[in-house]
């Protein structure tokens, strides 16, 4: 007689496993597998610091003899001063331990521009050595500044503080938009030596930066389109109390392109002049800043603000309405801020390719949607005149042209790597994408933009002159 095993069913099977899993044997197992796990992990951090370290001291030997000379110099110039050559600043070290800052006593005007180049921080190069410092890490901060009791500001204290920070980087690029905590555990979390390399390689340009933040005016003119000077948490502020207020509001993004198509066309320029809120956007505005002597505060774009928005949006009650780009791109960007912020609301979304007899029905749906935000990505000028045109009927507290970020964060188009953002050269990046649509706006139309704010520089400066000669 044959017996006919009968196949264990699935629920068998889990138990089985579950049991097995559970079991004394299963339980050694597990515990052998993690502890093995966690040596190598511990181990993998412990080679990593020691080729961090190792990084930090050729480097900061190499570079202490081949600057030697200067050196050299610079205490012959101290000594014939008659002051002290060094400034000693009380500094929190790794796991709190209390250090002693290493600067040159450059104070006075001659050495303005040393200070600017940072040379006055080549002492630091021995704290580094002394194993004080690293060449990147953490700002070093003063005695009081962090409260160690705090699990986020521990983690920052257990690794050395550096001359470099990836927060000073960011802040020089204008793109600081995060708190220097976050920045900071950021690195602590994705630090290793190529990550040093990089940064480092990324600090040499960046000395040519200048933050000009505590001076910065509140509204600086581009050639005769006014912007307000404002940092990113400040327009975000601006964004989200705009349903308090009593009449919508109209926010523009300008980047150099803007600014030179306002120059021939006299409808955009006077629509940007009569804008509730024209805030500045990359790197030629900033460079027009500097060359006008009106520092630009931050990088305030809308394809950094529009992550930002919604993570605050996922605590308010306030809806956002996305309008513009190809039929089924908007979709995906709706399907992105789902998967992102969850809790963030999206009214409603509708492709940019509408006709004007479509139009009225585009805007009766927005204005049903309810959304008190609305995001216009046609592109400049045209955005913002449609904006302007139809504000008032579409219902929103505030409307804003948002250029091409629906293809960002849709995934048509992938965005610059952080590294070219912090330099400031996503144009580049830009240009390499989309060549034969971009080499126009960027090889010719940045140094036409440059061209004419010279221009406009060395003639407000003879008109000046003029005026003061007719004066004596």
Known sequence: MTINAKPPVESEINLAAEYARYSQLGILKRRVRLGWLGSLWQFLLVVNGWGKRAFDLIFACSLLIALFPLLILIAIWQLGSQRRALILDARIGRWGVPFQLLELNFDDNPTALARRLYIHRLPQLLNVIRGDMSLIGPRAARPGDLDLHQRALQKRSSVRPGIVSLWWLRKRANIDFTSELAVDLEYI?????????????????????????ATAPEHVDVLGVPMRNITMEEALEYILTAPSEPTPKQLCFVNTDCVNKAQSNA?????????????????????AGKILRQEIRQNVNGTDLFPLLCGRLETLDQGIYLLGAKPGIVEDVRDWVARNYPLAKISGV???????????????????????????????????????QHLAGSGVSIAMGVGGLFDFYSGRIPRAPQWMRELSLEWIFRLMQEPSRMWKRYLVGNVVFLARVMWWVLSRRKTSSTAMEMGD
């Open 267 to 287: 409808e955009y320029a006077a629509c940007l002049r009569t804008a509730d809120a024209v805030l500045a956007d990359g790197i030629g505005i900033r460079i």
């Open 350 to 388: 509708h492709h940019g390719y509408f006709t004007a007899e479509e139009e009225p029905e585009v805007l009766r749906q927005i204005k049903a949607s309810g959304a008190q935000i609305l995001l216009v990505a046609f592109g400049a000028p045209r955005q913002e005149l449609w904006i302007s």
């Open 189 to 213: 979390d994705k630090q290793s030596v190529r990550g040093d390399v990089g940064i480092a390689l990324r600090a040499l340009p960046a000395l040519l930066y200048g933050s000009g933040t």
